[in-house]
């Protein structure tokens, strides 16, 4: 069974009919204006789910004059490192939405910590290299997922209804309905 919604953002949701109960995977490409989009976060709506098992501590480096990776999504109360393996001081702060904090100025091989202990996006900077930016996003659900170079994405869930949520750096943040069951394949695309 295939159904299209034609609304702001073009949304097809395929339904595999060998669905088990138990278990289904969501899958998708992100567009914009017809271009697949790398680095788009995607969660589904489930705050009091299992806490799932322990993951190892993510890392948001700073090398070459850039944060590595430039998008980053965590979950609710996951604390992220923060090293500085390039050859120069860094800064790394967040002063607007998110998760504020201001790391101060570290040296090459220092590592902070932040616990991103609340939903939001959190556009990160350096104070000492302006060109410098990236994000961390923390979702309250343990069923999320960042698309690849591709566009592509996937998450593995329960079979269910959920409301999606889907975010990209400078788009409007795109929310849904989708049931999971089998694979299902969720398209999503900004204008």
Known sequence: ??????????????????ASA??????GVAR??????????????????PSGATAPEPVLDQRNLQFFPQVLVVRVGTTVKFPNTDRVFHNVF???DGKQF?????PVGAVKHVRFDRPGVSRLFCNIHPKM???????????????????????QAPAGTYTYHAWRAGGPMLNGSVT??????????WP
Not at 36 to 47: G, I, R, S
Not at 140 to 155: C, H, K, N, T, V
Not at 180 to 189: E, K, P, R, S, W
């Open 32 to 49: 914009t204006a017809g271009r697949t989009e790398p680095n788009v976060v995607f969660w589904l709506d489930v705050p009091s789910g």
């Open 1 to 18: 069974m295939r159904t299209c919604f034609p609304v702001v953002l073009a949304l097809c949701v395929t339904a595999a009919t060998t």
């Open 22 to 27: 138990a278990e289904g995977e969501l899958r």
């Open 94 to 96: 967040s002063f607007k």
């Open 133 to 155: 930016a990236a994000y961390v996003v923390a979702v309250d659900s343990p069923y999320f997922a960042m698309s690849d170079e591709r566009g592509a994405f996937s998450i």
């Open 180 to 189: 999971v069951g089998g694979a299902t394949t969720l398209d999503i695309q």
């Open 102 to 106: 201001d790391l101060g100025v570290y």
